[in-house]
């Protein structure tokens, strides 16, 4: 299976503690977006890399939240001192920009699932 | 404004009927139109992708776009009980070299047997 895979599936942490996700896209995906998302909201964006260049952040974002794409290839995800509102589903999506001015389909990982206690 | 909107929902329609769902976008310069189904617990699913104004037509699916009314749909044929999902719409709007997916809230739908 050649599809983005994320890691772990499942974190409980508790609270103040830091934790980590993996994400791993399609290769020669040169787009990678990180999403939350909680229960009854569509995924709110985070932050979106091509290549290694992370183009934009978003406003909603505190500094505790930072995310890396070394290469150009697998990024991660990390937050600090986590709270309980950190809790929610992390997605990763990958897409490839094939020509100027379209935005390519971008798929979807399994999701990362993060309960902090 | 919302960048995307779409109704919550819940849509219920019975076995066989047509289901339409619609989204509304604030950026008159998007230029990309997806739609995800999800379902409970799991990650969105791409089902369509649609470019430019007019029809697309994929299986029981058609995506319709009117760019000048900001306004993408997605009808569903045939509705069958495993239609029952949440389904998202996204767009993306490019600033710069900027490429940023947005989507709605989405809308649940059921699928009455």
């Known amino acids: 299976d050649t599809g983005v895979s994320q890691d772990p599936r499942h974190k409980i942490t508790k609270r103040g503690q830091n934790v980590t996700f993996r994400c791993d896209p399609i290769?020669?995906?040169?787009?990678l977006y990180w999403y939350r998302q909680t229960l009854g909201q569509g995924p709110e964006f985070l932050t979106y890399?091509?290549?290694?260049?992370?183009?934009?952040k978003s406003r909603l974002l505190s500094d505790r939240f930072s995310a890396e794409r070394p290469k150009g290839s697998f990024s991660t995800l990390e937050i600090q001192r986590t709270e309980q509102g950190d809790s929610a589903m992390y997605l990763c999506?990958?897409?490839?920009?094939?020509?100027?001015?379209?935005?390519?389909?971008?798929?979807f990982g399994q999701g990362t699932r993060l309960t902090v206690v | 404004q919302k960048e995307v909107e779409q109704n919550s929902g819940p849509l219920s329609v019975p076995e066989g009927a047509i289901a339409s769902l619609n989204c509304t976008y604030s950026?008159?310069?998007?230029?990309?139109f997806f739609w995800y189904r999800q379902y409970s617990g799991k990650s969105p699913e791409l089902i369509m992708s649609?470019?430019?104004?007019g029809d697309k037509e994929d299986g029981r699916f058609t995506a319709q776009l009117n760019k000048a009314s900001q306004y993408v749909s997605l009808l569903i044929r045939d509705s069958q009980p495993s239609d029952s999902a949440t389904y998202l719409c996204?767009?993306?709007?490019?600033?710069?070299?900027?490429?940023?997916?947005?989507f709605g809230k989405g809308t649940l739908l059921t699928v009455n047997p």
């Open positions: 999506a990958s897409s490839l920009s094939t020509f100027e001015g379209t935005g390519a389909e971008a798929f």
């Open positions: 890399f091509q290549n290694e260049a992370q183009l934009e």
């Open positions: 649609i470019y430019s104004n």
């Open positions: 290769s020669e995906h040169n787009r």
């Open positions: 950026d008159r310069v998007s230029q990309s």
């Open positions: 996204a767009v993306v709007n490019r600033g710069g070299s900027n490429y940023k997916l947005t």
